[in-house]
């Protein structure tokens, strides 16, 4: 029903009223990883993405880097029309083996978000030690203290098992979180891996330089991916002006553009988009799922995670979303 419901509304008659109700809007997407669980390249995500960017060219959109939207905002230029950002988060080995090429080959550029320190192969992100812990453990449960004091059981046995606890670890203080994985592995039984385990590797220096010369940008995402929201303001800085700093000293060409980690709006605040606003980066995007709209916060721009099925691709990328967001707020 809504398969049927969206193509008829790309067909041409609707879309060319629904563009004209909808007004000025641009969709970033968001993408991630595209292995599965054991860390192997996962055909039917990337067979999925190919067929939306196959859409996308045959229907004529335009693809620009998230830089070159601050500079036609900066231009003062209305939004482009028929166009779209695509980024990667966090700088894992095959966003830069596998995206890097299947993006290219549809010229159409991505923005990264590289974690520096991930890349300095000095630590994996506590949110994936924490995939990695529920995915090596033996036990269906796991007792655990929070940063905060708070006890908390992890329970393996629902789908997406690490997510309420994700969600409670966010909201604790993060100043530290990366000495109590220490305790997080004690109390899952699992023994914490030396090096970076090889499935969650990162790019290297090397292939970042090869992504900005197939056409790509690369940007900081901090240096540790801790919620900025929980961090004191000096950390905060480190995180954000330190990834920056990291990354013009590594890669000459980086783009002046920010993804602020995990990126919902509790995760960072207005002292966290000032420091933004205060440093030579242009702007920068959270995971709000949202059209960019004239008017938007350039320090905040929202972004859609990049569907894996053509329908929903065609309903975020062009008006069917802008105006089921006007409705709502109409209802409301
Ligand atoms: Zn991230």
């Known amino acids: ?44 995500q990337i067979q999925a ?21 601050f500079e036609s905002m900066d231009a003062g230029e209305p939004l482009p029309e028929r166009t779209a950002v695509f980024t990667v988060d966090d700088g894992f080995h095959d966003q830069a083996e596998i995206l890097g090429p299947l993006f290219a080959g549809f010229d159409i550029p991505l923005t ?18 924490l995939l990695y812990v529920l995915e090596h453990t033996n036990l269906e449960s796991i007792p655990v203290t929070l940063p905060n004091g708070q006890d908390f059981v992890i329970d393996l046995s629902p789908p997406k098992p690490h997510r309420p606890v994700r969600e409670a670890l966010k909201s604790a203080d993060q100043n530290r979180i990366y000495d109590w994985l ?51 303001d000096e950390e905060a800085r480190q995180e954000i002006l330190g990834s920056w700093e990291d990354l013009q000293r590594k890669l000459p060409g ?9 990126g919902r709006n509790t995760d960072f605040t207005p002292r966290d988009r000032k420091i933004v606003e205060d440093s030579p980066l242009l702007g920068a995007v959270s995971t709000e799922p949202n059209p960019v709209q004239p008017g938007d916060d350039r320090y905040a721009l929202p972004r859609f995670g990049m569907p894996t099925n053509l329908v929903d691709f065609m309903q ?8 089921k967001g006007k409705l709502r707020s109409l209802i409301n």
Not at 119 to 129: I, P, T
Not at 197 to 226: C, F, K, V
Not at 254 to 262: D, E, I
């Open 112 to 129: 990264y978000f590289v974690i520096t320190d991930f890349l300095e192969g000095k630590l994996l992100s506590w949110d994936d030690h």
């Open 182 to 232: 220490d305790h997080l592995y004690d109390a899952a039984r699992v023994e914490r891996p030396e090096d970076i385990p090889d499935t969650y590797r990162p790019m290297n220096w090397q292939q970042a330089r090869a992504l900005i010369e197939q056409g790509h940008a690369i940007a900081p995402h901090t240096r540790s991916h801790r919620i900025l929201s929980q961090l004191s």
């Open 254 to 262: 980086c783009s002046p553009v920010f993804a602020y980690p995990t």
């Open 316 to 323: 975020y990328l062009d008006y069917i979303e802008v105006l």
């Open 49 to 69: 993405f190919r067929d939306c960017l196959s859409y996308f060219r045959q229907q004529g959109y335009q693809a620009i880097s998230l830089q070159q939207l």
């Open 1 to 44: 029903m809504k398969q049927q419901l969206v193509r008829w509304g790309m067909s041409p008659l609707p879309r060319w009223i629904g563009r004209r109700l909808a007004g000025s809007f641009l969709p970033i997407f968001m993408l991630h990883r595209c292995t599965d669980d054991s860390g192997r390249p996962d055909p039917r």
